[in-house]
């Protein structure tokens, strides 16, 4: 049987996706990461829900000073460099790493979804280093302990990229848990809640 083309309607449910995806780039990696890193407090670290919520918004509080030109994401990785010798980075994605062929439809669309990406993958940057930063400066983090929710937070991730789990159990570990909840991005277009990221 010859290859399987999509259709019309297959093509424009995935620009449609495309598009939202784009929209909210700047709001869907902070309800994920948010996630990500409270439900890693709650299983490496213990932490309930007080202390989720307390790094939580200091990580808020950062940011708000990092829109303020107030800190730098230069400054904080130094500052967890300097502590668990080892930081977070941020690492561009370029053209370079589509593997479709050149020319092709698949091409097109991963080129479209770069820009989105790049946004994606700059706030999660920040929100780890903020959530780090957090651990140092309210509960004396140091190397060991950081390290430990690192690679603990490595696995999930790995986890996530492998489909072996989604966000939205880790959301409901934390309702179930904790009682934290964390809302969902709102599409700035429509005003829809919910995400592919976070499978809300």
Known sequence: MGKRHLT??????QCNHIARES???NRTPWTAMGIICGYTLL???GFKAQRIVRVTNC???MEKRFDQGKITVEEVSKRLMDKADWTVEYVEYTEADIRAKKGSYQYWLDQKQLAPQNAINKQSTRYMLFMFA???DEFGYGKDRLTRVQEFMNNLLLDYQQDKVTVME???ALLEETGVVFEPPIDPLTQTAGSM???M
Do not use: D, F, Q
């Open 59 to 61: 990580v808020g509080e």
């Open 197 to 199: 990221m976070t499978g």
């Open 8 to 13: 019309p309607r297959e093509i424009m449910a």
């Open 43 to 45: 299983k490496s670290e």
């Open 23 to 25: 929209r909210m780039c």
């Open 170 to 172: 880790w959301h409901k």
């Open 134 to 136: 957090a651990l140092m």
